[in-house]
């Protein structure tokens, strides 16, 4: 079936460093977003994305945030600076239309923050 | 607003039981339920879906059956194989908001 592929699946980084976390969504998919998820516990929304534009963020989405799709290539995540509590797997899902549609995951990048 | 329950943290049962995994939802719109499984370090995939009122779904063995009147949308299975040790979410789409809200996850811990 349809494959979503996130890079890296692992990233150890230093507090306050920056990360980008990349997404490569199925093909002719139009909904992008990214999940937070803390060992096995809750997934939980951070974004969306649609038309170039981020569509609805959550609490979670902080100001050091921020996503991008440059011209139809990775759908990318990126945190500057980093904290602590950003150490869990982030998931980026895609779908063809909007929330009523399957979403479609990748594998995840488990991001640990020292 | 929306919101999404999953009352259990942890199922374990035995090879061969029948299951119910519970999900309960809040909205004052028309609402699409969806249960997502995940087993261990893969993603969340699809199970079922559904919008419709008192109509069983079924996939892989699974079913459930958004009901309405009582806000719910159980998971089930007849009997339950080593294989479905995993992570179940229920997920919510709604009003006209742009994402699914997923419930906390039930662990279902499946032993010989």
């Known amino acids: 079936g349809p494959k979503v592929l996130q890079i890296p699946s692992h990233q150890i980084i230093d507090m306050g460093q920056m990360v980008t976390l990349n997404c490569d969504p199925v093909?002719?998919?139009?909904?992008f977003y990214w999940y937070k998820q803390i060992l096995g516990q809750q997934m939980e929304f951070l974004v969306n994305?649609?038309?170039?534009?981020?569509?609805?963020k959550s609490k979670l989405f902080k100001d050091q945030f921020s996503v991008e799709r440059p011209d139809g290539s990775y759908f990318t995540l990126k945190i500057q600076p980093t904290a602590l509590e950003d150490s869990a797997v982030y998931f980026c899902?895609?779908?063809?239309?909007?929330?009523?549609?399957?979403?479609?995951f990748g594998p995840g990048t488990r991001l640990t923050v020292l | 607003g929306d919101s999404v329950t999953q009352t259990e943290g942890l199922v374990t049962l035995t090879k061969g039981l029948p299951v119910m995994l519970n999900c309960t939802y809040q909205?004052?719109?028309?609402?699409?339920l969806f249960w997502y499984v995940q087993h261990l370090n893969e993603a969340p995939k699809l199970l079922l879906k559904?919008?419709?009122?008192?109509k069983r779904t079924e996939h892989q063995g699974f079913y459930a059956t958004l009901h309405k009147s009582s806000s719910s949308f159980h998971l089930q299975k007849s009997s339950v194989q080593l294989s479905d040790s995993a992570l179940y979410f229920c997920?919510?789409?709604?009003?006209?908001?742009?994402?699914?809200?997923f419930g906390t996850g039930t662990k279902l811990q499946v032993v010989p």
């Open positions: 994305f649609y038309n170039g534009k981020v569509m609805e």
């Open positions: 093909s002719n998919h139009l909904y």
């Open positions: 997920a919510l789409s709604a009003n006209s908001g742009t994402y699914q809200r």
């Open positions: 899902a895609s779908s063809t239309g909007g929330a009523r549609d399957e979403q479609y």
């Open positions: 559904s919008s419709t009122d008192n």
């Open positions: 909205t004052t719109y028309s609402p699409f």
